[in-house]
């Protein structure tokens, strides 16, 4: 473990080394190694990006190297744990930023062959992010020309289009996972597109072209629970507001579609439910459950719309709903009187014939 601390921080510090006049001593030899060493960090991510133990430790010693790196270089910015996960690509933006790289360096960045067949060096960077930028151009192109309004074959193509693109990123066949392109192409997308109903639409599509694939072996799970899948899932989570947008405006049978589909959409689905409804408060004037301070919420009546969709999903689903919300309840008191606690309110609405 102390190895892989050490290999980090010194690969910290080379991303900040190669945004300095530093640069200019490098070879092809130097670059390589640095694309080598990005290359480790993000296999370090991927490894241990789920052990909350490892985590916490890298964290911690990123937030001591960032420290001193903030007071070595000017403008420096920090690196984060998730940063590790796109290691390269943040190398070779700082790369193509710096005005003292030279010529001979730029031109490698450019070059489009692979090296010894064992990694992806520095060569062919800049042309799979000219590539990333073009299909970026491409979907949003799409988008901004067609009704994209959800469900709909545009929408559909759109969707599907998408995924196939985050498959060629992430999967190791096509030379090895490129996660920081990956949420490149999504944030771009986000930038052209905005965060309406329509876009929500198109994320929403392409979680859903995998419902029917039925071709990828079990074992994968590339059917329903793919890399691309789970993906969009983590980046979603990244940008809340779309998430909100995506929970509150598509229609809620497709909602339930991917609730049925995937665990990990169920958990983030629950918590957003579970957050409306903490952002309600009892307008004893009006008699009835308002959104008080507060734009990313929906009224009493959406929110038990969500939750009765979801009762007659399965009998297994009504009975997950129904204890959670009574433990909700008993947590604000388990009392049956109206307006003193909006989970046993919503209870009661939902009882209701």
Known sequence: MEAIVKNVERTTELLAVSQTETVQRWDKQTLDRAFQWTQYCQHVYTRFHANPTVRDILEKQLQV????????FLGYTDITFSDLSQCQHLLLVGLLNNAAVPSSVVKLLFDTITVGGKYKDATGHCTELIEVKSACKVLSAIYLKRSTSFPG???DVLGMTLMEMLDILLSPATGGSKVGLAGKLLDNLLQNCGENENFSGVVAAALLSRKDNKTAAATTKMASEGVSFHFILDWLQQHHSLLHNMCSTLPIGLLMDLYQQ?????????????????????????????QMDTTDGVSFKTLSDHYRSLLGACPSTKEDVERELTELKVADGDFDVRGLSVWGDLLSELNKV
């Open 65 to 72: 190297t960032n420290e001193s790196l903030r007071t070595t």
């Open 153 to 155: 074959p545009d929408a």
């Open 262 to 290: 995937s665990v990990r959409f169920r958990v983030t689905y629950d918590d957003m439910l579970k957050q409306w409804g903490s952002q309600l408060e009892y307008d004893v004037g009006e008699e009835e459950w308002v």
